[in-house]
Protein backbone atom coordinates (compact mmCIF):
# COMPACT_ATOMS: atom_id res chain seq x y z
CA UNK A 1 0.00 0.00 0.00
CA UNK A 2 1.34 3.49 -0.96
CA UNK A 3 1.60 5.97 2.03
CA UNK A 4 0.34 9.69 1.78
CA UNK A 5 2.32 12.14 2.49
CA UNK A 6 2.67 14.16 5.50
CA UNK A 7 1.97 17.01 3.80
CA UNK A 8 -1.68 15.31 2.86
CA UNK A 9 -2.75 15.52 6.25
CA UNK A 10 -5.18 12.67 7.99
CA UNK A 11 -9.10 12.75 6.40
CA UNK A 12 -11.26 11.01 8.43
CA UNK A 13 -14.00 10.99 5.66
CA UNK A 14 -11.26 8.82 3.75
CA UNK A 15 -12.29 4.92 4.04
CA UNK A 16 -10.42 2.29 4.62
CA UNK A 17 -10.21 1.42 0.78
CA UNK A 18 -9.70 4.83 -0.64
CA UNK A 19 -6.39 5.39 -2.25
CA UNK A 20 -4.53 8.70 -3.11
CA UNK A 21 -6.79 11.15 -5.28
CA UNK A 22 -5.47 12.14 -8.36
CA UNK A 23 -1.98 11.58 -10.01
CA UNK A 24 0.69 10.92 -7.67
CA UNK A 25 3.04 13.30 -7.68
CA UNK A 26 6.45 12.53 -8.01
CA UNK A 27 7.86 13.80 -4.60
CA UNK A 28 4.87 11.55 -3.39
CA UNK A 29 6.31 8.74 -5.08
CA UNK A 30 10.37 9.42 -3.67
CA UNK A 31 8.53 9.69 -0.59
CA UNK A 32 6.94 6.39 -0.20
CA UNK A 33 9.74 4.68 -1.37
CA UNK A 34 12.12 6.48 0.84
CA UNK A 35 9.73 6.07 3.78
CA UNK A 36 9.15 1.94 3.14
CA UNK A 37 13.03 1.72 3.51
CA UNK A 38 13.78 3.26 6.33
CA UNK A 39 10.86 2.03 8.21
CA UNK A 40 11.86 -1.33 7.26
CA UNK A 41 15.32 -0.64 8.42
CA UNK A 42 16.72 -1.09 4.27
CA UNK A 43 18.06 2.53 4.85
CA UNK A 44 20.38 2.35 7.97
CA UNK A 45 19.96 5.17 10.97
CA UNK A 46 22.80 7.46 10.04
CA UNK A 47 23.07 6.78 6.18
CA UNK A 48 23.46 10.01 3.98
CA UNK A 49 20.59 10.73 1.75
CA UNK A 50 22.14 12.70 -1.55
CA UNK A 51 19.78 14.68 -3.49
CA UNK A 52 21.44 14.36 -6.66
CA UNK A 53 21.83 10.64 -6.16
CA UNK A 54 18.01 10.14 -5.01
CA UNK A 55 17.02 12.67 -8.30
CA UNK A 56 18.61 10.33 -10.50
CA UNK A 57 16.88 7.19 -8.96
CA UNK A 58 13.80 8.61 -9.00
CA UNK A 59 13.88 10.03 -12.71
CA UNK A 60 13.01 13.88 -11.10
CA UNK A 61 14.51 17.12 -10.02
CA UNK A 62 16.40 17.88 -6.90
CA UNK A 63 13.80 20.39 -5.79
CA UNK A 64 11.44 17.34 -6.13
CA UNK A 65 13.52 15.14 -4.11
CA UNK A 66 13.93 18.23 -1.52
CA UNK A 67 10.29 18.14 -1.01
CA UNK A 68 10.07 14.73 -0.35
CA UNK A 69 13.11 14.61 2.16
CA UNK A 70 10.90 17.87 3.94
CA UNK A 71 8.29 15.30 4.27
CA UNK A 72 10.29 12.91 6.21
CA UNK A 73 11.96 14.85 8.59
CA UNK A 74 8.13 16.32 9.06
CA UNK A 75 7.52 12.62 10.59
CA UNK A 76 11.15 12.53 12.53
CA UNK A 77 12.29 10.20 9.86
CA UNK A 78 15.86 12.42 8.42
CA UNK A 79 17.77 15.25 9.60
CA UNK A 80 18.82 17.57 7.40
CA UNK A 81 21.49 19.44 8.94
CA UNK A 82 21.96 22.35 6.30
CA UNK A 83 25.48 22.02 4.22
CA UNK A 84 26.30 18.77 5.74
CA UNK A 85 23.11 17.08 3.83
CA UNK A 86 20.43 14.58 5.26
CA UNK A 87 20.74 11.59 6.92
CA UNK A 88 18.54 8.62 8.00
CA UNK A 89 17.60 9.79 11.93
CA UNK A 90 18.29 7.35 14.42
CA UNK A 91 15.68 4.64 16.55
CA UNK A 92 17.02 4.28 19.58
CA UNK A 93 15.08 2.51 22.89
CA UNK A 94 15.36 5.63 24.68
CA UNK A 95 13.18 7.31 22.48
CA UNK A 96 11.43 4.78 21.76
CA UNK A 97 10.03 4.70 25.28
CA UNK A 98 9.58 8.34 25.78
CA UNK A 99 7.42 8.62 22.76
CA UNK A 100 4.66 5.36 23.87
CA UNK A 101 4.64 7.37 26.95
CA UNK A 102 3.65 10.36 25.08
CA UNK A 103 1.40 8.11 22.78
CA UNK A 104 -0.42 6.67 25.97
CA UNK A 105 -0.92 10.38 27.73
CA UNK A 106 -2.43 11.51 24.21
CA UNK A 107 -4.06 8.30 23.30
CA UNK A 108 -5.81 7.32 26.79
CA UNK A 109 -6.76 11.34 26.85
CA UNK A 110 -8.56 10.96 23.56
CA UNK A 111 -10.25 8.27 24.02
CA UNK A 112 -12.09 9.66 26.61
CA UNK A 113 -13.24 12.68 25.05
CA UNK A 114 -14.25 11.13 22.20
CA UNK A 115 -16.56 9.21 23.55
CA UNK A 116 -18.49 11.87 25.33
CA UNK A 117 -19.28 12.94 21.61
CA UNK A 118 -18.69 9.92 19.10
CA UNK A 119 -19.43 10.95 15.26
CA UNK A 120 -21.96 8.95 13.79
CA UNK A 121 -19.09 7.08 11.66
CA UNK A 122 -16.79 6.53 13.78
CA UNK A 123 -17.48 3.07 14.70
CA UNK A 124 -18.03 2.19 10.94
CA UNK A 125 -14.99 3.60 10.39
CA UNK A 126 -13.29 1.95 12.54
CA UNK A 127 -14.64 -1.55 12.32
CA UNK A 128 -13.55 -0.37 8.48
CA UNK A 129 -9.64 -0.12 9.21
CA UNK A 130 -9.61 -3.17 11.17
CA UNK A 131 -10.57 -4.98 8.27
CA UNK A 132 -8.52 -3.62 6.05
CA UNK A 133 -5.48 -3.96 8.77
CA UNK A 134 -6.67 -8.26 8.44
CA UNK A 135 -6.56 -7.74 4.85
CA UNK A 136 -2.91 -6.14 5.00
CA UNK A 137 -1.62 -8.67 6.99
CA UNK A 138 -3.06 -12.17 5.19
CA UNK A 139 -1.15 -10.54 2.01
CA UNK A 140 2.01 -10.05 4.24
CA UNK A 141 1.76 -6.19 3.37
CA UNK A 142 3.88 -4.84 6.55
CA UNK A 143 3.74 -1.44 5.70
CA UNK A 144 0.12 -1.52 4.81
CA UNK A 145 -0.76 -2.91 7.76
CA UNK A 146 1.12 -0.29 9.76
CA UNK A 147 -0.78 2.67 7.50
CA UNK A 148 -3.93 1.19 8.28
CA UNK A 149 -2.91 0.92 12.01
CA UNK A 150 -1.89 4.79 12.08
CA UNK A 151 -5.15 5.61 10.51
CA UNK A 152 -7.04 3.76 12.87
CA UNK A 153 -5.42 5.03 15.85
CA UNK A 154 -6.03 8.91 14.28
CA UNK A 155 -9.40 8.22 13.45
CA UNK A 156 -10.33 7.35 17.20
CA UNK A 157 -8.02 10.87 18.28
CA UNK A 158 -10.09 12.71 15.50
CA UNK A 159 -13.42 12.43 17.87
CA UNK A 160 -11.31 13.45 20.79
CA UNK A 161 -11.35 17.20 18.90
CA UNK A 162 -7.47 17.93 19.80
CA UNK A 163 -6.54 18.77 16.15
CA UNK A 164 -3.23 20.34 17.32
CA UNK A 165 -1.99 17.22 19.32
CA UNK A 166 -2.66 14.93 16.18
CA UNK A 167 1.05 15.69 14.20
CA UNK A 168 2.27 14.72 18.00
CA UNK A 169 0.44 11.20 17.95
CA UNK A 170 1.13 10.42 14.27
CA UNK A 171 4.85 11.07 15.11
CA UNK A 172 4.65 8.82 17.83
CA UNK A 173 2.84 5.93 15.55
CA UNK A 174 5.85 6.48 13.31
CA UNK A 175 8.14 6.07 15.59
CA UNK A 176 6.60 3.14 17.70
CA UNK A 177 5.96 1.44 14.04
CA UNK A 178 9.72 1.92 13.13
CA UNK A 179 10.85 0.76 16.68
CA UNK A 180 8.95 -2.18 16.34
CA UNK A 181 9.72 -3.36 12.88
CA UNK A 182 13.73 -2.80 13.76
CA UNK A 183 13.46 -4.95 16.77
CA UNK A 184 11.46 -7.84 15.04
CA UNK A 185 13.42 -10.78 14.72
CA UNK A 186 11.44 -13.69 12.25
CA UNK A 187 8.72 -13.80 11.07
CA UNK A 188 5.79 -11.84 12.77
CA UNK A 189 2.15 -12.90 13.25
CA UNK A 190 0.55 -9.67 10.96
CA UNK A 191 -2.77 -11.28 11.40
CA UNK A 192 -2.68 -11.49 15.06
CA UNK A 193 -1.51 -7.50 15.15
CA UNK A 194 -4.15 -6.70 13.00
CA UNK A 195 -6.55 -8.28 15.41
CA UNK A 196 -5.05 -6.61 18.56
CA UNK A 197 -7.40 -3.54 17.68
CA UNK A 198 -10.64 -5.61 18.07
CA UNK A 199 -11.21 -5.43 21.61
CA UNK A 200 -10.92 -1.92 21.72
CA UNK A 201 -13.27 -1.79 18.65
CA UNK A 202 -15.91 -4.06 21.30
CA UNK A 203 -15.34 -1.41 24.18
CA UNK A 204 -16.07 1.40 21.82
CA UNK A 205 -19.02 0.02 20.66
CA UNK A 206 -20.55 -0.69 23.78
CA UNK A 207 -19.61 3.40 24.65
CA UNK A 208 -17.71 1.88 27.48
CA UNK A 209 -15.10 4.37 28.19
CA UNK A 210 -13.30 2.94 31.10
CA UNK A 211 -13.18 -0.65 29.06
CA UNK A 212 -11.58 1.76 26.48
CA UNK A 213 -8.78 3.30 28.06
CA UNK A 214 -8.04 -0.06 29.92
CA UNK A 215 -7.63 -1.63 26.84
CA UNK A 216 -5.84 0.87 24.94
CA UNK A 217 -3.68 1.20 27.66
CA UNK A 218 -2.92 -2.85 27.39
CA UNK A 219 -2.99 -2.26 23.48
CA UNK A 220 0.15 0.11 24.09
CA UNK A 221 1.84 -1.67 26.69
CA UNK A 222 2.15 -4.56 25.03
CA UNK A 223 3.15 -3.24 21.52
CA UNK A 224 6.94 -4.33 22.18
CA UNK A 225 8.26 -6.73 24.79
CA UNK A 226 9.67 -4.02 27.52
CA UNK A 227 5.83 -2.03 27.69
CA UNK A 228 5.31 -3.80 31.00
CA UNK A 229 8.20 -2.78 32.41
CA UNK A 230 7.47 0.65 31.03
CA UNK A 231 3.76 0.46 32.16
CA UNK A 232 3.55 -1.68 34.98
CA UNK A 233 0.17 -3.50 35.67
CA UNK A 234 -1.03 -2.05 31.88
CA UNK A 235 0.32 -5.51 30.52
CA UNK A 236 -1.74 -7.77 32.23
Same mark, same amino acid.
Given at each position: ???????R????????????PG???????????????????? &? *??G???V? /??? *???????? +????? *???? &????????????? +?????????????????????I?? *? +????? &?????????????????????????????? &????????H????????L??????????L???????????Q?????????????? /?? $???? $??????????L?????T??????????????
Amino acid at each position: MSERPASRRFDPALRAKGTRPGPVARSAIAFDALKHDIMLGE &L *APGEPLVE /LEL *AARFGCSQ +GTVRE *ALLQ &LQEEGLVHRRGHR +GTQVSDCTADEAVEMFRVRRQIEC *A +GVQRA &LRNPSRSLLSDLKALVEAMEEAARENDEMG &LAAFDRDFHRRLFHDADLPALDPILHRCLIHNHRFKISRTQGQRDLVLTAQRHRP /LV $AAIE $AGDSAAAVVSLEHHIATIVDFGPNVFPGAGQ
